[in-house]
């Protein structure tokens, strides 16, 4: 089975900043993508920023438009390459949600999703 363990998400004002880290419990060969998704209160979850880890697509980024040029999702180094953070800048109140972790494991001919159990990040006006 495998984990995802998030962390840095809390409060921060209008215009503040903040960084989300996920690690996985996984071989990240055998990880196709991790990303962040997010769901506020009343609303369905919602993609944020993904990135695709090997293959042909290794690097390969989407954002949601409201947070392009504001977010940045990033792998960690080779000593935590099974680590994805995503910086958040220019916060926002609507920015407010749980986020949660995704991953996408492929895994003899078959993908697996994960998720994390997710961090609430509260942006104030």
């Known amino acids: 089975q495998v984990q995802l363990v998030e962390s840095g998400g809390g409060l921060v004002q209008h215009g503040g900043s903040l960084r989300l880290s996920c690690a996985t419990s996984a071989s990240i060969f055998s990880i196709h993508a991790m990303g962040w998704y997010r769901q506020a209160p009343g609303k369905e979850r919602e993609l944020v920023a993904a990135?695709?880890?090997?293959?042909?697509?290794?690097?390969?980024?989407?954002?949601a438009d409201s947070v392009k040029g504001r977010f940045t999702i990033s792998r960690g180094s080779a000593k935590a390459e099974n680590t994805v953070y995503l910086q958040m800048t220019s916060l926002k109140p609507e920015d407010t949600a749980v986020y949660y972790c995704?991953?996408?494991?492929?895994?003899?001919?078959?993908?697996?999703?994960?998720w994390g159990q997710g961090t609430q990040v509260t942006v104030s006006s």
């Open positions: 995704h991953a996408v494991q492929r895994y003899s001919g078959r993908e697996y999703d994960y």
């Open positions: 990135i695709t880890i090997g293959g042909s697509s290794d690097g390969n980024i989407n954002y």
